[in-house]
C-alpha cells in the first residue's frame, strides 16, 4: 500500500540528527514584544546546544500580500515556506490581537504548503498580551488551526501576562521566573521532538 508522501517526508526531517528548530514571531508589527520574546528563547535553544533560527513575519515580502499569493505563490516567499519544511519543531510566539491571532498570522499558516507544512510536525506555543491572560485565546486558536492540521502539538504551553511589566527598556525580562519557565519549556519540547524522533 503507498504511504502518504507528506507523512515521509515530515518523518525524514524528523530524522535527521541535526534538529533546527525555528521561532515564529507571530506579528510584522515594528519593535514587537514578540520579537523580544523570541530573541530570549532563541538563546535560550542555543544555550541548550540546539541549532535554531528566527523566523520573522516582519519580513515578509511586500508582493506576498497581493490576492494573487493564494493561488501562485511568490518567489519571495519560497524561503519562508521552506524555514517551515526543513524545521523540526515549530516554536510559535504570538501576542493576542483583539481577542485572536494576529491577521499576518493567520494569512502566513494559509499560504504555506498543504499538508505538510504543518501535518504531524511538532509545534509549542508561548502567548503574550498587555491583559491578565497572556495570550490564552490567541494560543487555543493556534491550537485549534494546528491540531486541524495534524500537527504534534506540545502540550506545555507559556502565557505572558501584563507583557509591558515584564521586559525592560533593552527588552530584557525583569525577573528570572519568566526565564524559568521558557527555559522548562524548551528542555521539555526538545524531548519532545526527540522522542518523536525515536
Known sequence: MPQDS???????ILSQDNRM???IIGTNRPDSNSAKIASIIQEIYQSLDAPVEL?????????????????????????????ILNSSGLVVV?????????????????LLEFPESFDRRPICFVGL????????????HLQQVCGYRNAHIFP????????HKL???????????I?????????????FVRKLQS
Open 6 to 12: 507528506s507523512i515521509i517526508a515530515c518523518c525524514d
Open 21 to 23: 528548530f525555528t521561532i
Open 55 to 83: 523566523l520573522d513575519l516582519g519580513d515578509l515580502p511586500p508582493e506576498t500580500f497581493d490576492p494573487s499569493a493564494y493561488s501562485d505563490k511568490p518567489e519571495a516567499f519560497l524561503p519562508f515556506s521552506k524555514k
Open 94 to 110: 504570538a501576542p493576542e490581537y483583539n481577542g485572536g491571532i494576529p491577521g499576518v498570522l493567520k494569512y502566513f499558516i494559509d
Open 129 to 140: 498580551a498587555a491583559g491578565q491572560w497572556g495570550g490564552l485565546r490567541t494560543v487555543e
Open 156 to 163: 506545555v504551553r507559556v502565557f505572558l501576562a501584563g507583557i
Open 167 to 177: 521586559l525592560d527598556k533593552e527588552g530584557h525580562l525583569t525577573g528570572p521566573d
Open 179 to 191: 526565564h524559568q519557565r521558557l527555559q522548562k519549556q524548551a528542555d521539555g519540547f526538545i524531548a
